[in-house]
C-alpha cells in the first residue's frame, strides 16, 4: 500500500441554486497533518516532492484534479485519502472505478448528504429525532417561532450560521447572506436549541486497534461524546478562529446520550457512510436531543506537525478518551480503506 493524501483544489459545482463555499488552502493544512503523521508511522506516503518540509502543506498532498491523481499514481499511489469535498462528478470517481483504494465517501453521497435540508428530511422520515427544518428566501413567508438558527444548507462548520430573535433581524440577516452570494440563492432555518450541544463520531465496521487490543467491529460504532462550550452569540464558533480544544470536552455517557449513540449509528446504517462521520445534536428547553447536522466530511486537523500543537479536531478530542493518540485514529481510518471490488 502507498497512500496519496488528496485536497480541494476548486469550488464545487453549485446544485439547485445553492453554494458550498470553499476553505482558503481547500484543507491542505489538515492532509499534511494526516500525511505527515502517517509518514512517521512508517506508512508509505506518496507525496508531491522529495524530502517535504515539514511546515508547507502542499508538499504533502496532492490537488484532487485529474492530473493531482494521475501525478499520485506516477509517485505509486494506490490507496487515496479523500481529505477534500466531494460531488457528483468529482475526478476521482473514474479512479473509483478503475479500482484505486479510498479512505473517504463516495461522491454520490456526499453530493446527496452535503444537502443538509434533504439529509435531515429524510432521517425524519425514518423516525429519528432530528430538528425541523424549512428552505427560505426573501419571498418566503413561514410562520415560526422565535429564536431560530439561519444557516445555509451546503455549509462548512459554523460559517454563515447565526440565532436570529425577531422577524426585523431575521430578513435583514437573510437579505444580506443572500445579497453576498457566499451560499446561494436560498437558505434554511430551524428552532434555535437553547440547551447542551454535544458532537458525536461515528466509525465504520473494521478492525481497530484499541489500548493495544484488536478489536473487530461488525457494526458501526461512536466515540465518546463530546460536549461544545462557550459558544458566541447561541453558535460554537468556527474552527478557524477558536481551536476547538478551547470550547470542547469529552463527558461521560448517561442514558440519554447512550440513546442519542444509537440514533448517530442508525444513521451511519441508513447513509451506508464507507468512512468516519460526525453528528452535531442539541437540546431543547426539556433536555430532549435532536440531530441538527450531519457531517461527512469532518475536520481532520491534529496535533502532529511543529506549531500544530492545539490542532485536535474534535473527532480527536473524543479518541483521546479510549487511549488513541492523533496517529492511532489516523491509521485506525486508514484501515478501514475499501475499493470498488471489496
Avoid at 100 to 126: A, E, H, M
Avoid at 245 to 255: A, F, G, P
Wanted: aromatic content about 10%; hydrophobic content about 35%.
Amino acid at each position: 500500500m502507498k497512500c496519496a493524501v488528496l485536497y480541494q483544489v476548486k469550488e464545487p459545482p453549485i446544485m439547485n441554486g445553492i453554494r458550498k463555499p470553499m476553505k482558503n488552502g481547500g484543507y491542505s493544512d489538515s492532509g499534511a497533518d494526516i500525511a505527515f503523521v502517517l509518514m512517521h508511522l512508517g506508512i508509505d506516503i506518496a507525496t508531491p516532492v522529495n524530502n517535504p518540509n515539514e511546515l508547507i502543506d502542499l508538499e504533502w498532498v496532492f490537488p484532487d484534479d485529474k492530473s493531482g491523481i494521475q501525478e499520485a499514481i506516477r509517485k505509486g499511489a494506490d490507496t487515496f485519502w479523500l481529505n477534500t469535498v466531494l460531488y457528483d462528478g468529482h475526478a476521482i470517481e473514474e479512479f473509483i472505478e478503475k479500482g484505486y483504494y479510498i479512505v473517504g465517501q463516495r461522491p454520490c453521497d456526499v453530493s446527496k448528504y452535503d444537502d443538509k435540508y434533504y439529509t435531515n428530511q429524510l432521517l425524519l422520515n425514518f423516525g429519528l429525532s432530528v430538528v425541523k427544518e424549512h428552505i427560505v428566501d426573501m419571498d418566503t413567508n413561514i410562520e415560526i417561532e422565535f429564536p431560530i438558527v439561519l444557516k445555509p444548507i451546503r455549509g462548512r462548520g459554523s460559517q454563515g450560521v447565526c440565532v436570529v430573535n425577531n422577524k426585523e433581524e431575521y430578513y435583514e440577516k437573510l437579505q444580506e447572506l443572500i445579497d453576498k452570494k457566499i451560499y446561494g440563492e436560498k437558505l434554511m432555518v430551524e428552532p434555535y436549541l437553547c440547551n447542551k450541544e454535544v458532537t458525536i463520531s461515528v466509525l465504520c465496521p473494521g478492525k481497530y486497534n484499541i489500548k493495544g487490543q484488536e478489536i473487530i467491529k461488525d457494526n458501526y460504532w461512536c466515540l465518546p461524546v463530546v460536549e461544545r462550550f462557550n459558544h458566541i452569540n447561541g453558535i460554537s464558533p468556527y474552527s478557524g478562529k477558536v481551536a476547538v480544544i478551547e470550547n470542547s470536552r469529552v463527558i461521560y455517557n448517561d442514558n440519554k446520550l447512550n440513546l442519542l449513540c444509537e440514533e448517530c449509528i442508525k444513521v451511519a446504517k441508513l447513509l451506508e457512510v464507507k468512512s468516519l462521520i460526525r453528528i452535531d445534536c442539541r437540546q431543547d428547553g426539556c433536555g430532549k436531543y435532536y440531530i441538527f447536522d450531519v457531517n461527512m466530511k469532518p475536520n481532520m486537523t491534529g496535533a502532529g506537525r511543529k506549531n500544530r500543537e492545539n490542532q485536535d479536531n474534535l473527532t480527536m478530542i473524543a479518541a483521546r478518551a479510549i487511549g488513541w493518540e492523533y496517529k492511532d485514529l489516523l491509521i485506525n481510518m486508514l484501515g478501514t480503506r475499501w475499493s470498488k471490488n471489496d
